[in-house]
């Protein structure tokens, strides 16, 4: 392997860069609704799966656990869900969208579409479920392979 690596042909930068490209489309066509890609994450899950914990919120928008407090708890101010006490007296406060946020997701549903036919389009020479199981099963690998994937510095 070459000591040196031309980092936009990489795989890591190329998903990386469309990571990056996709969430700043994302806020930008979302922006009209008063909402950020995270919040959009959070109520399209809430609206699959009402009642989801907020850590499991935060581990399927892929953000910290703080932060998901700070979004539902954002979220909660906007109207957009509410919390109630969980039956058995503990500290979880199971969510659920209102009224207005199951009325501002699907407001805000189609402009999120419209961004994911852009990547489908993109996708043309490769059908869609072939690209993303070789993005999951790479996301896998990579789990499972953590600690067997050892990083030595300079030295």
């Given at each position: ?136 099963t790479a996301a ?16």
């Amino acid at each position: 392997m070459d000591a040196h690596v031309e980092s936009h042909r990489t795989l890591g930068y190329a998903l990386k860069r469309l990571q990056q490209t996709l969430r700043a489309r994302m806020d930008a066509a979302l922006a009209p609704f008063e909402l950020t890609a995270p919040q959009y994450a959070v109520l399209a899950l809430l609206a699959a799966q009402p009642g989801i914990s907020n850590a499991e919120l935060a581990r399927r928008s892929f953000v910290t656990a703080p932060t998901m407090i700070r979004i539902v708890t954002g979220l909660e101010t906007a109207g957009l869900l509410a919390r109630n006490p969980h039956e058995d007296g503990g500290r979880t406060q199971p969510a659920r969208l209102t009224d207005a946020g199951e009325q501002r997701l699907r407001a805000a549903a189609p402009s999120v579409q419209a961004l994911e036919e852009v990547l489908l389009q993109a996708a043309e020479q490769a059908p869609p479920e072939l690209i993303l199981d070789w993005l999951n099963t790479a996301a896998d690998r990579l789990v499972a392979n953590r600690p067997r994937l050892a990083v030595s510095g300079p030295g």
